[in-house]
């Protein structure tokens, strides 16, 4: 599907009133929200890859708000292409207030990945969830190779971002959300090392991911 429309001026335009004035109060009624590490985004210029762990379609949401404009302005969203872009009205909907391109998520699409690279190169950002879809409770699952393979090629960096708090807005068999405190962690940017390949560096990214999630779960009251 073509969704370079979606990168022109009026969709742009359109997206940024619904982020940050939609989302924002979304984000306000349901998720208020600490972010850790802030600096890193405070110091962030694209094109960059933006990861993190899935577990609620309100991740989406957090992540938008979170980023600073310079980098929201040009950000892609890889967007399951069995999910949103099932039907035309959907694919419409997704690529002009998400900023999303169809992803196929079962298995490693040349195309999908060749987009990817092209839109890097013209100085767009990206926006990725390597697991490939939601948790179904919570935890985090293995991460896929794309982000990095895609990265590595392009030779931009990887910010790596732990979301915890949002599977309780919305977890993935729900339709309506709740009002739940979320935390977005914010590591250090990565970058390919000389000679490592995908399947490394993207060990190191999930690590990243992993020793965020456990830094969180440190500091949680017991019994919360």
């Given at each position: 599907m073509d969704t370079d429309w979606s990168r022109r001026p009026p969709a742009r335009f359109v997206r940024w009133w619904y982020v940050n004035v939609v989302l924002r109060i979304i984000r306000?009624?349901?998720?208020?929200?600490?972010?850790?590490?802030?600096?890193?985004?405070?110091?962030?210029?694209?094109?960059?890859?933006?990861?993190a762990n899935h577990t609620s379609h309100a991740d989406t949401m957090l992540l938008l708000t979170a980023l600073p404009g310079r980098v929201r302005r040009r950000l892609v969203i890889g967007a399951a292409a069995d999910h949103f872009y099932t039907s035309r009205s959907s694919s419409l909907l997704t690529s002009l207030f998400l900023g999303g391109i169809p992803v196929d998520r079962?298995?490693?699409?040349?195309?999908?990945?060749?987009?990817c690279h092209r839109l890097l190169g013209s100085?767009?950002?990206?926006?990725?969830?390597?697991?490939?879809?939601?948790?179904?409770?919570?935890?985090?699952?293995?991460?896929?190779?794309?982000?990095?393979?895609?990265?590595?090629?392009?030779?931009?960096?990887?910010?790596?971002?732990?979301?915890?708090g949002a599977f309780d807005i919305?977890?993935?068999d729900k339709r309506w959300p709740r009002r739940h405190r979320v935390t977005l962690s914010v590591g250090e940017p990565l970058?390919?090392?000389?000679?490592?390949?995908?399947?490394?560096f993207n060990s190191r990214i999930?690590?990243?991911?992993?020793?965020m999630a456990a830094a969180r779960a440190a500091e949680e009251p017991s019994g919360s």
């Open positions: 306000a009624a349901f998720a208020p929200t600490t972010i850790v590490g802030e600096e890193q985004l405070k110091e962030l210029t694209g094109p960059v890859i933006v990861v079962t298995k490693a699409s040349r195309k999908t990945l060749e987009e100085g767009w950002s990206l926006m990725l969830f390597p697991e490939g879809g939601r948790s179904p409770d919570g935890t985090m699952g293995e991460f896929k190779a794309g982000a990095a393979w895609i990265a590595r090629r392009a030779k931009v960096p990887v910010v790596p971002i732990h979301i915890a919305l977890p993935k970058t390919v090392s000389e000679g490592e390949d995908a399947r490394t999930e690590a990243s991911v992993v020793a």
